[in-house]
């Protein structure tokens, strides 16, 4: 069965420092992964998919197939990346395909 | 002003009665989906729609009933046979497999 695992609910950093979001997937095919976003009163919006190999708001994630993982990292924490962050599974059909979500990691980054 | 939009914003029923989540969109995507959220279980898939006149179960599909008469809109409802429905519900649309969300709703059952 297709599963994405978070496992850490809470990640707690100071400012500056660099941060680490893990993320593991289980799916047999070639999966497409996104990493989706929810600042405090905003919508859950998308903050990165591996097909595009961008870094957005100095955030990047490389899909590791061989460990089956997506973790996205950000070299220097800035406070406003203070939000909920959800990895989420696709099967890569676009469009009409249910993506499935991880659990969520709250980050909190202090001043 | 395009996007989704979900009303009401807040909502309470009382245990035994059906509630109808409003959800429209005007982004012109096939693909709309409603999901529940909960603290500590992330989003999870309640039904999906691909056309309109079309729509399929989710994981969590027990209880709840949509459908998708207008490709605009994709009105969840919440019925009584929902064993926990107290929840924070999200409805998203997408096109070329990104996920458009809205506000949310939040219903709560007294």
């Known amino acids: 069965a297709q599963r994405v695992t978070q496992p850490e609910k809470l990640l707690s950093v100071f400012k500056g420092a660099p941060v680490e979001l893990k993320c593991n997937y289980s799916y047999s095919g070639s999966p497409e992964l996104f990493w989706y976003v929810q600042y405090s009163r905003q919508r859950l919006q998308l903050l990165l998919r591996?097909?595009s190999r961008e870094s957005i708001k100095g955030f990047t994630a490389d899909l590791n197939k061989g460990e089956t993982s997506f973790h996205l990292k950000k070299p220097f924490a800035q406070e406003e990346d203070s939000a909920m962050y959800y990895c989420?599974?696709?099967?890569?059909?676009?469009?009409?395909?249910?993506?499935?979500f991880g659990t969520g990691t709250r980050l909190q980054v202090f001043p | 002003d395009g996007g989704i939009t979900q009303s009401p914003k807040y909502l309470f029923r009382k245990e035994g009665q059906n509630v109808t989540l409003s959800c429209e969109q005007n982004?012109?995507?096939?693909?709309m989906y409603w999901y529940r959220q909960d603290p500590g279980q992330g989003l999870r898939l309640i039904y999906y729609s691909q056309i309109v006149n079309d729509f399929q179960k989710g994981d969590i599909a027990e209880g709840y009933s949509v459908s998708r008469e207008k490709k605009e809109s994709f009105p969840l409802t919440v019925t009584s046979a929902q064993k926990n429905p107290t929840a924070f519900y999200l409805c998203?649309?997408?096109?070329?497999?990104?996920?458009?969300f809205g506000p949310g709703t939040r219903l709560t059952v007294l």
């Open positions: 982004l012109n995507h096939d693909a």
């Open positions: 591996h097909i």
């Open positions: 989420a599974l696709s099967r890569g059909h676009y469009n009409t395909d249910k993506l499935i």
């Open positions: 998203a649309s997408s096109i070329h497999g990104e996920q458009f």
